[in-house]
């Protein structure tokens, strides 16, 4: 993604903190699976290339999403940290077009493929 010293800092909690990040934030009062917040947009961009941002998940809400799909919790969890760090990166599926929103689909599934391919989990899909 053209920068590999980059750095950003993840953190895991649950339904209740993240509503309250997303409340306090984002003026939107409900749990949500995954927040970015990064450091190369608005006041004070740039003052550190090297760092993207933050990336908040819900472990809970990634639980719940995983079981409603019947995927591993392993895989919603490395995908919503991959869709996070996305987001930090520029991309964009909410704000802007369409044709954005399917650029960054595309971009989630070639890297989460990839991911999968070389961290194989020990998951029977059968």
């Known amino acids: 993604m ?3 010293e980059a750095e950003l800092s993840i953190l895991i ?11 306090d934030y984002l003026q939107r009062d409900h749990a949500t699976n995954v927040i970015s917040f990064a ?11 090297s760092i993207l941002g933050d990336v908040v998940i819900s472990a809970e809400r990634a639980a719940e999403d995983a079981r409603d799909a ?6 919603e969890l490395w995908f919503l940290l991959l869709h996070g760090i996305l987001h930090l990166l520029g ?6 077009m369409e044709q954005e929103a399917t650029l960054m689909e595309a971009k989630e599934r070639e890297i989460f493929d990839l ?8 998951v029977d899909f059968t």
């Not at 450091?39 to 290339?49: D, F, H, K, T």
């Not at 019947?70 to 895989?75: K, L, M, R």
Request: proline share 9%; aromatic share 6%.
């Open 2 to 4: 053209g920068c590999p």
């Open 13 to 23: 909690i649950d339904n209740a903190a993240i509503q309250e990040i997303n409340r």
């Open 39 to 49: 450091m190369q947009e608005g006041e004070g961009a740039g003052l550190n290339p």
């Open 70 to 75: 019947g995927i591993p919790f392993e895989h």
């Open 91 to 96: 991309y964009d599926h909410e704000r802007g």
């Open 115 to 122: 991911l999968t391919q070389e961290f194989p989990l020990s």
